[in-house]
Nanobody, 119 residues
Framework: QVQFVESGGGLVQPGGSLRLSCAAS????????MAWYRQAAGKQRELVAS???????TYADSVKGRFTISRDNGKNTMSLQMNSLKPEDTAVYYC?????????????WGQGTQVTVSA
């Protein structure tokens, strides 16, 4: 059974930075991409960033150039460095894994970590 634990969220002013961390336990498919998702209040959960086992990353247009995803395959951990944060980045952030040809998550959700960007 794969489980994810997210941490690092908090309250930050617009223009500030946060670094989110994710620890995964269990056996994740070797072809899976690790991914960050977020869900703002009243909105659907959306894919924010993904990274392959080899380190190839992709980003949603809304965060491109501001967020950086990274992973440590040996430790089964992943991070999301978020810079130049905007109020519209406010959401609960979740980590998961997904197959290479889908945006849908492969496993159950963790508890997420709240990010609030506000003056």
């Amino acid at each position: 059974q794969v489980q994810f634990v997210e941490s690092g969220g908090g309250l930050v002013q617009p223009g500030g930075s946060l670094r989110l961390s994710c620890a995964a336990s269990g056996s994740i498919a070797i072809t899976a991409l690790m991914a960050w998702y977020r869900q703002a209040a009243g909105k659907q959960r959306e894919l924010v960033a993904s990274i392959s086992r080899g380190g190839t990353s992709t980003y949603a247009d809304s965060v491109k150039g501001r967020f950086t995803i990274s992973r440590d395959n040996g430790k089964n951990t992943m991070s999301l460095q978020m810079n130049s944060l905007k109020p519209e980045d406010t959401a609960v952030y979740y980590c998961n894994a997904r197959g290479p040809f889908t945006t849908q998550p492969s496993y159950s959700w963790g508890q997420g970590t709240q990010v609030t960007v506000s003056a």
